[in-house]
Nanobody
Framework: QVQLVESGGGSVQAGGSLRLSCVASGYTGRNYCMGWFRQAPGKEREGVAA???????VYADSVKGRFTISKENDKNLLYLQMNSLKPEDTAMYYC???????????????????WGQGTQVTVSS
């Protein structure tokens, strides 16, 4: 059973930075797509970014140029570097994983089988 544990959330002022981490365990097989999602109160969970085992990454338009997803395969670690944060980035952020590679629907939560518990990010103006 794949387990995901996020860390690194917190409170920051607009324009600031945070780095989220996700440690994964229980993988079987080599190819996994991992992603970051977020959910604000009253809103649907939305895809932020995803990355395949070969390093191929995709981003939501709202975070392109500000957020960077990366991973350390040998340590089963996933990161999300968030710069130039805005109040609208405030949400619970979740790490997610699925076997294989990302598809055209990578931003859909239904694509992913495994989820962490989430870490809160709050950006004040």
């Amino acid at each position: 059973q794949v387990q995901l544990v996020e860390s690194g959330g917190g409170s920051v002022q607009a324009g600031g930075s945070l780095r989220l981490s996700c440690v994964a365990s229980g993988y079987t097989g080599r190819n996994y797509c991992m992603g970051w999602f977020r959910q604000a109160p009253g809103k649907e969970r939305e895809g932020v970014a995803a990355i395949d085992s070969d390093g191929s990454a995709v981003y939501a338009d709202s975070v392109k140029g500000r957020f960077t997803i990366s991973k350390e395969n040998d340590k089963n670690l996933l990161y999300l570097q968030m710069n130039s944060l805005k109040p609208e980035d405030t949400a619970m952020y979740y790490c997610a994983a699925k076997k294989g590679f990302h598809s055209g629907n990578w931003y859909s939560a239904y694509e992913y089988n495994y989820w962490g518990q989430g870490t809160q990010v709050t950006v004040s103006s």
